[in-house]
């Protein structure tokens, strides 16, 4: 398959790169905007591989993804290619609604426009809205709460749109809260652990007793990867890890790895808008076949040992542009406490 993977230098984006190159005889086409969260050094290890190339480009340009799609001979797309963390959509909502709903309504049509033979949507189980109790389906209704979330449930409807209105075979993965190498470390666990490793305080949102079901990246690009293969166009399918869990036990389980002190533990003023927990059920992608493979407990030691061996790659993105991003969103919360 002639497979584009946008957003191919994130996170999500850079494993199922490598893991479609390593699979079968695929072409990979990765179009990434390389903006602050894009990467190259995610794909040092494949970027010389004779079926794989990188094209420097926005998803929100028709021109540039015409031409990709086009001139590559592109038959599959998956789109990873978002802005993807709540609190930078809290302190600006607009470039979520650009990249994650105009990004995928120009990716989407100039798909359909090009005659490609499957689009898969990279969408998310915060669409769902907080989940108290039971666990989200697929013909559940979006109630979005936050900038992101509602900028990624604007992308997904309008993916869905495509199958209802020209019968464009679209397919759409919402996946769980997703953690492992390469995560840029404004999300919590690789913030947590990274932060610990510098003896820097780690800032747990209101009670810390908010929940998240936690899949491995590796199990989430086996998701996606099985759904483009055997998925059922028009079809939306949720990919969980099985692992849900308060914040504070995954706090307190990354401290313990790491030898440090509980005392790094802040409680510091909530997220507006937090949603207290998602969950969503599998049943429909375990009926296709597919279930995760990696324990919360090793997947989690596994990245603490990643992020232990790869000071070079965080220390790097943690001196750039994220001082100042932590600088707006810390700085206040953190003050007094400890
Ligand atoms: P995050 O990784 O931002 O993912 P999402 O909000 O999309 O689920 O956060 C995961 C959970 O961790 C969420 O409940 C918010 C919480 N959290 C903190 O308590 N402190 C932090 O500094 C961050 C980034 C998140």
């Not at 390593?22 to 990434?32: I, S």
């Not at 079901?213 to 059922?232: A, K, M, P, Q, T």
């Not at 998602?278 to 049943?283: E, G, I, K, L, N």
Request: one cysteine or more; a neutral charge; glycine letters at 10%.
């Amino acid at each position: 398959m002639r497979i584009l993977v946008t957003g191919g230098a994130g996170f999500i984006g850079s494993h199922l790169v490598r893991r479609l190159l390593a699979k079968g005889q695929n072409h990979v086409v990765n179009l990434d905007a390389l903006r602050y969260s894009g990467n190259l050094e995610n794909l040092t290890d494949v970027a010389a591989h004779s079926r794989y190339i990188f094209v420097h480009g926005d998803i929100c340009d028709a021109t540039t993804v015409e031409k990709v799609l086009k001139e590559q001979g592109v038959e599959v797309v998956i789109n990873c290619a978002a802005e993807t963390h709540v609190d930078r959509s809290i302190l600006d909502p607009n470039s979520f609604a650009r990249t994650d709903v105009v990004g995928t309504a120009v990716l989407l049509e100039e798909a359909r426009k090009a005659g490609v033979a499957r689009f898969l949507q990279v969408s998310t189980d915060e669409v769902y809205g907080s989940v108290e109790i039971g666990s989200s389906k697929e013909d559940d209704a979006l109630v979005p709460r936050s900038p992101y979330s509602a900028s990624k449930a604007g992308g997904d409807l309008l993916v869905r749109s495509y199958w209802t209105t020209y019968r464009f075979p679209v397919l759409i993965t919402r996946g769980s809260n997703t953690y492992g190498p390469n995560q840029y470390p404004e999300k919590f666990i690789p913030l947590f652990i990274t932060n610990a490793m510098e003896d820097q305080p780690l800032p747990l949102y209101g009670d810390g007793r908010h929940r998240r079901d936690w899949l491995s990246v590796f199990d989430h690009c086996g998701g996606i990867e099985h759904v483009v293969r055997h998925g059922e166009p028009g079809c939306v399918y949720n990919i969980g890890g099985g692992n849900e869990r308060e914040n504070i036990e995954v706090a307190r389980m990354i401290l313990k790895q790491l030898g440090k002190p509980m005392s790094l533990i802040r409680f510091v003023q909530d997220r507006p808008g937090h949603d207290r927990r998602y969950a969503v059920d599998c049943s429909r992608l375990r009926a296709l076949g597919w279930s995760p493979t990696v324990p919360f407990e090793e997947g989690l030691k596994a990245a603490v040992e990643w992020y232990r061996s790869n000071l070079t790659w965080w220390r790097k993105i943690k001196s750039g542009e994220f001082r100042a991003y932590y600088e707006r969103v810390y700085r206040q919360r953190l003050e007094g406490t400890g």
